[in-house]
């Protein structure tokens, strides 16, 4: 069965304070790995999609990269704006489903 | 970028009654929309997979005739919750399929029934 594990759960930084949030998964035939970015109470926005172990991606102040396992959303000098919840999600080979973890709520104190 | 509309942005209705929810594609043209019910906390969870002039494909454990969803064209679905009882109180997202392996969130509905 495809999974898709987030850690941490919640996560408090203060202004400045790099981090990094992770996501492991188990899945068959992996077509792409991505990252969405959820504020309360609104849809997800698209970040990143990572294909293949070794690739890396930036925006601004994130940055994706991706194993074979797992992958790693950096926030590097993270600012409050910053504050939201994580989503990390795979697609696997043949199907055009999305399955989500539960996120990482990260909040940056100023 | 593009950009996906989804109204209303919050509905209270008492048990009983039918909600219907829209999601529209307002620059690209989306072949394929999803619909996606997430819980306090949880993860998005998959209801069904649109498709323009075809039915839709349920996941296992979404009740069809409860949950209907009309895909007409190839810039608008709707999902019509029927019979709503308190139990179906949830935050419903669409997204759409657009160029590449991109998908576009609504902005999501929040459900309540009394």
């Known amino acids: 069965e495809d999974q898709v594990t987030q850690s941490p759960e919640a996560l408090r930084l203060q202004e400045g304070e790099s981090s990094s949030l992770n996501c492991s998964y188990t899945?068959?035939?992996?077509?792409?790995l991505f990252w969405y970015r959820q504020d309360p109470g609104k849809g997800p926005e698209f970040l990143f999609t990572?294909?293949?172990a070794g690739e890396e991606k930036e925006k601004e102040r994130l940055k994706a990269t991706l194993t074979k396992k797992e992958s790693f959303l950096h926030i590097t000098a993270p600012k409050p704006e910053d504050s939201a919840t994580y989503l990390c999600a795979v697609r696997k080979g043949g199907s055009e489903k999305l399955v989500f973890g539960k996120g990482t709520k990260l909040t940056v104190n100023p | 970028g593009a950009v996906v509309s989804q109204h209303p942005s919050w509905v209270i209705c008492k048990s009983g009654t039918s909600v219907k929810i829209e999601c529209r594609s307002l620059d690209f043209q989306a072949t394929t929309m999803f619909w996606y019910r997430q819980f306090p906390k949880q993860s998005l969870m998959l209801m069904a997979t649109?498709?323009?002039?075809?039915?839709?494909?349920?996941e296992q454990g979404v009740e069809k005739d409860k949950f209907l969803i009309n895909h007409a064209s190839l810039t608008l679905s709707t999902l019509t919750v029927t019979s709503a009882h308190p139990e179906d109180s949830s935050f419903y997202i669409c997204?759409?399929?657009?160029?590449?392996?991109?998908?576009?969130f609504g902005s999501g509905t929040q459900l309540s029934v009394l």
């Open positions: 990572l294909y293949s």
């Open positions: 649109s498709n323009e002039g075809s039915k839709a494909t349920y």
């Open positions: 997204s759409a399929k657009g160029i590449g392996e991109k998908l576009f």
């Open positions: 899945v068959s035939g992996l077509r792409g």
